[in-house]
């Protein structure tokens, strides 16, 4: 009956109030299996509800008790138990340590060696969520001996034992290089990347996360993963029916992407820049950040790889992102990814300037409501790109708008351009820049100051003079006092 009521919240305060722990420590050692069971149930779900109630299985030396079951009792015991260490050990790192300490993880681990996949993967789900808090408690689960017989659980036919064991992998893996060479050294790459295009949605997300932990520590990790051929095969994730799959996927490219130009090379070769946009595009928010990243390191390691990205129509997109999400997170990944491909050359930067991305990163970083990650990243994007920018159409808005720190780079670009081109001098005084600039009040001897007077110096002076503020003025007291002649 308790462990019927345990599975709702609503029932666990009233449960726990009337001393219930301390009633069912008893009935783990009944003499009726069955009772013993649904003791071992009643607890596991009391301590899954919440960390108080997952204390009190530790304060009540129930632990030890469990653990001497484990490797005693029958399945169905087993994996009652194995689901109440579970239960303990997900709270906090203090909480798995508790379960380390009672000697659980040898017990666990034989429990993975068991006949029946049940207590299998009531094993693996237990040692995944003590492995998961930290370095050390992943390592106390390898000590015991757990990797190797985790990568034959992902060889076994149950869909749910697969799952769970790439997951307890991933969980492993996610701490240090250290932890997820162990994993590699198991033999685990190949079989994880055989997978890839299994049709169970929940056991890809577990793969592909599997695979991104593994290489995202280092170049040598990395190339691992790439040698198990999970390109292009890997691709086709991203156009998945479900979500997690596409972001999965999109997390694991973007850390092999990171590490050096070749990867990044191999992964454009593959089309890989391509298929992560298309994936941007068809999804929204966290779904899509990975993806947004990945392009941002890809764009950053060099000219040709930035060009990769706008070829493939990635600038675009990028700037969607950085207009209609939501998220201030989303917005400053987006804002870096599009400073990284901006920042090469005067052909990068234009192909940006003319989403008409600028004023967008200009409003960001303006904004108070902008977060200060975001108001940064926009800041060092808006920089990046104006100071390769030669495209003047996208600068001259600039001049109106931007705050002093800004502005600088700005006039800094118009005193480079306007010297080499009569077209953009022309044009530059219609559209009223001129006179903008002559409105612009510089310390002297300043770089600012510098710059004004490169641009003052690509025209004749009478033309600098009357655009110069108060120059109409000036012309009225000479008509005030020119005395005409009369004959």
Not at 120 to 148: C, F, M, T
Not at 235 to 243: E, F, M, P, Q, S
Not at 360 to 377: A, G, H, N
Request: charged share 20%; aromatic share 4%.
């Amino acid at each position: 009956m308790v462990a019927e009521l345990a599975t709702r919240p609503q029932n666990i305060e009233t449960l726990q109030n009337a001393g219930v722990m301390s009633l069912l420590r008893p009935l783990l050692l009944d003499v009726v299996p069955t009772i013993q069971q649904t003791a071992a149930l009643a607890l596991g779900r009391l301590a899954n509800y919440n960390d108080d109630l997952a204390e009190a299985v530790v304060k009540g030396d129930i632990l030890p008790q469990l653990v001497y079951s484990l490797a005693e009792q029958n399945r169905f015991y087993k994996k009652a138990a194995a689901f109440v260490l579970r239960a303990v050990g997900k709270h906090s790192p203090q909480l798995a340590q508790a379960i380390v300490d009672c000697g659980a993880l040898d017990t666990l681990v034989i429990c993975l060696e068991d006949f029946d996949p049940g207590v299998k993967e009531a094993a693996a789900w237990a040692l995944g969520y003590i492995a998961r808090h930290n370095a050390e408690l992943s390592q106390a689960v390898v000590d015991a001996g757990a990797v190797p017989l985790l990568v034959l659980c992902i060889q076994e036919p149950e869909i749910a034992l697969k799952r769970i064991a790439a997951s307890t992998l991933s969980d492993i893996s996610k701490h240090s290089p250290e932890l997820a060479q162990t994993v590699v050294d198991a033999g685990a790459i190949a079989h994880l990347a055989q997978m890839i295009l299994s049709p169970d949605a929940k056991l890809k997300r577990q793969i592909l996360s599997a695979l991104s932990q593994i290489a995202k520590h280092s170049v040598d990790l990395a190339e691992m993963v790439v040698e198990a051929e999970i390109f292009p095969v890997v691709l086709t994730c991203l156009k998945d029916k479900d979500d997690y799959v596409k972001k999965n996927a999109s997390t694991l490219i973007r850390e092999i992407a990171k590490h050096t130009p070749e990867l990044a090379q191999l992964i454009v070769n593959a089309g890989g820049v391509a298929a992560v946009i298309d994936c941007v595009g068809s999804c929204k928010g966290n779904i899509r950040l990975p993806g947004i990243m990945m392009l941002g390191y890809v764009a950053a390691h060099s000219e040709n790889l930035a060009m990769a990205v706008i070829i493939s129509k990635g600038v675009p997109q990028l700037s969607v992102c950085l207009s209609e999400e939501p998220e201030d997170h989303i917005k400053a990944a987006a804002a870096w990814a599009l400073g990284q491909i901006g920042r090469h050359t005067p052909e990068h930067a234009r192909a940006v300037a003319v989403t008409n991305t600028l004023p967008v990163l200009l409003s960001l970083y303006m904004s108070p409501e902008s977060s200060e990650d975001l108001q940064v990243k926009s800041k060092k994007a808006i920089k990046s790109i104006l100071q390769k920018c030669t495209y003047l159409p996208a600068l001259e808005p600039f001049l109106y708008d931007a705050p002093p720190n800004i502005l600088k780079h700005v006039v800094g670009q118009f005193s480079k351009v306007l010297p080499h081109d009569s077209k953009a001098r022309r044009l530059f005084v219609t559209s009223g820049g001129l006179k903008k600039v002559q409105e612009i009040k510089a310390e002297p001897g300043s770089l600012l100051q510098e710059y004004i007077n490169s641009i003052n110096n690509c025209y004749p002076e009478e033309i600098v003079r009357y655009y110069s503020p108060g120059y109409s003025e000036t012309l009225l007291q000479r008509v005030d006092s020119y005395q005409p002649l009369i004959n």
